[in-house]
């Protein structure tokens, strides 16, 4: 999950399944090793925050996506990198005679293709927006306004009890599938966060995730926080769109070779319990549709045969949820199939 960064230049949150990043500091410690900038700009984001949380939330993301417009005209880098992505998504699912009437008209038109990119810029502005106003997505906000993509599939799915994997990508509102399911259904999940250099920030998103249910915790202790999680019969959610590490397993995404963390094939196959991926994407100003996909883990070959099978169905997986709005996968922002 060059890299994301936030407000402050940090690195990205939500990131990796495992490894890497530093532990997470004592209280005492944060306040006493923070600097005074770092502590007025995780102060200003809480506001902020707070403020947010109570304004309408339609009109807000009209204005997010507007910003979102300028952050495309300001930042021509991105918009290479981004555009050459964008393209090679929307070329191959042309070809597949899966792309929706938009995105076929992008792989073919250049001007349909920068208006899609345009929107993408709109989409990643917008995403920061809703994790300010995390504390907004209550049961009877989510009620009103996420739906689901196969209502009995997902009741079947997500209604099963005990521990469950539910593997994400960097796409649409990137944290609505694990605060749905502990906000609708009443579960607990536990989530791995890369920590930041800003510990006040850290702490700030720590106790925002928390009033939802879901469990933060650091990557550099994640592998056992998962596994412990999965034997409390808890829900695991990780993020898998993307090898930070550089050590990820080989797979093939949108028809050219790409690498995705291998963590999630390790737990996947050593945990035995159920898996499914999940997006939700954002249809209008406010509303969001979700998508779960129940995965198979194969039940022969050694451990890392199975884990990069595993993870061969995870990529097709990614391709049917990003083919719905491929303008909201903003992993395009970053090098995926081998860019430097």
């Known amino acids: 999950m060059a890299e994301r960064r936030t407000p402050d230049g940090a690195a990205p949150d939500g990131e990796t399944p495992a490894g890497g990043g530093r532990r997470s500091l004592p209280p005492e410690k944060v306040r006493r090793r923070a600097t005074l900038r770092q502590r007025a700009l995780a102060r200003a984001i809480a506001v902020a925050s707070g403020i947010l949380s109570r304004l309408p939330p339609g009109p807000m993301q009209r204005l997010a996506h507007l910003a979102g417009v300028g952050w495309y005209l300001a930042a021509p880098a991105q918009r290479d990198l981004a555009r050459a992505n964008l393209r090679r998504v929307c070329t191959w699912l042309d070809e597949q005679g899966t792309a929706s009437p938009r995105v076929r008209r ?40 996420m739906a689901l993509a196969d209502p009995e599939l997902a009741e079947r799915v997500l209604g099963q009890p005990g521990p469950m994997i539910v593997i994400g990508l960097h796409m649409g509102a990137l944290e609505l599938p694990a605060q749905y399911i502990t906000v609708t259904r009443g579960r607990h999940a536990v989530a791995p966060m890369e920590t930041l250099p800003n510990a006040p920030l850290q702490a700030y998103l720590e106790r925002s995730r928390s009033r939802t249910g879901v469990e933060i915790v650091p990557t550099s202790r994640a592998r056992e926080a998962l596994e412990r999680a999965i034997e409390r019969g808890d829900i695991v959610g990780l993020i898998a769109d993307r090898d930070v590490s550089g050590r990820g397993v080989p797979v093939t995404l949108f028809g050219a070779p790409a690498r995705l963390p291998v963590g999630p094939g390790v737990l996947a196959v050593t945990s035995g319990v159920p898996v499914l991926a999940a997006a939700a994407i ?38 049917r949820l990003i083919a719905e709005a491929p303008e909201q996968w903003w992993s395009i922002f970053q090098p995926i199939w081998g860019q430097p």
Not at 139 to 145: F, T
Not at 298 to 305: C, D, K, M
């Open 106 to 145: 992008a792989a073919h038109d250049p001007a349909a293709l920068e208006r899609l990119l345009r929107d993408a810029f709109g989409h990643r502005a917008r995403y920061y927006l809703e994790v300010a106003m995390n504390a907004r997505f209550d049961p009877p906000y989510l009620a009103a306004h």
């Open 282 to 319: 954002r249809v209008g100003y406010g509303e969001y549709r979700g998508t779960v996909i129940p995965l198979e883990v194969p039940a022969t070959g050694s451990r890392h045969e199975r884990a990069r099978q595993f993870l061969e169905s995870v990529a097709r997986a990614f391709e």
